[in-house]
């Protein structure tokens, strides 16, 4: 998320929306669908706030969160959270790594997996390409050059191998072995998401199915951690999120949707019409909405979340929300947040509980029993 789907949400009653009816839909009975949520900043939290946060989430029956390796920097509100704990950059030079930065996500992953929670983690953001607050020592490499220049690939790559041989601080694990606590990496956050004309393109460069066979190589082929796409090219309606360069990669596992959708009275269907095309432009693949929100500028999340819930539910798609934020500790209103107003506080009055429910209850629309419990 963050920059890359900020755009008017009218746009967004999507081609193929109304495609499919619902009774053409038929839900694999092997396993069933979850719902989890995205945390960017988690890693940043106090001790308390983590466990705190972590207890809400395992109440409500979440089954995966999605975390990132990125900075955090204690002493300020992050939507709604006094952040605590500085977390610098991976890289503070390009090739040079500071682990500090993976000992504060293995911790929480750490504290996820005993709760029975499963982690996905974005080891990158393609959002630090665009030069502003985020830029790290990627930036060099320009919006479009970080996907064709042979130096930031290789640089990338060796990034990959790291962390994945990384040995928690935490949990004593190395990240490619854990795969009772980690279902997935991401590529990145959102690749390509700076310039989609690189994704618009088709990656003339292979970077995705690329960077795909080394995370694959490093993990082995019997290993049961995924490899996602991490949103390509961010919001779905830039057209990147199905591109052949994803979906005719061996190694990629999970075609990750970023789709920020209007209301549901306005599109009625928007999701549940859309799973089956979807899953045919997946070639195969495993499909879920990895960014999902409520515009709560515009609508009332107590109503919204569930409506929308229930039609992505419905037709069991599983999901990941942006983002349900911990316990409000520090001013901050979501529906005045003009860059991200889809944050939805736990112990609120907006009833989390039921809608993840409402998705573990469901058959999912493929079989995931491989890939989660």
Not at 100 to 105: E, Q
Request: include cysteine; proline fraction near 4%; glycine fraction near 8%.
């Amino acid at each position: 998320m963050k920059a890359s789907m900020l755009l008017s949400w009218g746009a967004l009653a999507l081609p193929g929306v109304f495609a499919t009816p619902r009774d053409e839909i038929e839900p694999r009975k092997g396993s069933n669908s979850f719902m989890g949520s995205n945390l960017y900043f988690l890693p940043g939290l106090s001790d308390q706030d983590q466990d705190n946060y972590i207890n809400n989430l395992s109440n409500y029956g979440v089954k995966a969160v999605r975390v990132w390796v990125n900075r955090q920097a204690a002493g300020h509100c992050e939507k709604g959270s006094n952040l605590e704990v500085d977390v610098g950059p991976l890289e503070p030079e390009l090739g040079k790594f500071d682990n500090k930065t993976l000992d504060a996500v293995d911790k929480v992953v750490n504290k996820l997996a005993k709760k029975g929670i499963k982690s996905i983690i974005s080891p990158h953001d393609a959002n630090s390409l665009l030069d502003d607050y985020r830029k790290d020592v990627y930036t060099k490499f320009g919006k479009s050059g970080f996907y064709s220049s042979d130096e930031a690939i290789k640089a990338y790559d060796k990034r990959i191998d790291h962390i994945l041989n990384y040995k928690g601080a935490h949990s004593g694990k190395v990240w490619k072995n854990w795969s009772d606590a980690i279902m997935a990496f991401d590529l990145q956050n959102e690749p390509m998401s700076p310039d989609i004309s690189v994704c618009k393109n088709n990656d003339q460069k292979n970077w995705l199915c690329g960077r795909a066979k080394k995370f694959r190589n490093v993990l082995g082929s019997n290993n049961k951690i995924q490899i996602a796409t991490g949103g390509i090219g961010g919001d779905i309606s830039h057209e990147c999120t199905f591109i052949k360069a994803a979906t005719e990669c061996p190694e990629i596992d999970l075609i990750a949707i970023h789709r920020y959708a209007g209301s549901q009275s306005n599109n009625p269907g928007q999701w549940s019409g859309s799973a089956t095309k979807w899953v045919q432009q997946a070639g195969g693949k495993l499909i879920f909405v990895e960014e999902w929100g409520v515009n709560t500028a515009v609508n009332s999340a107590k109503s919204e979340l569930p409506a929308q819930a229930n039609d992505i539910n419905k037709v069991g798609l599983p999901s990941l929300y942006w983002q349900f934020l911990p316990k409000k500790t520090c001013p901050y209103d979501p529906s005045q947040d003009s860059g991200d107003n889809f944050g939805i506080f736990v112990e609120g009055d907006v009833d989390i509980a039921s809608v993840v429910k409402g998705a573990s209850n469901a058959n999912a629309l493929q079989d995931w029993s491989k890939v989660i419990v």
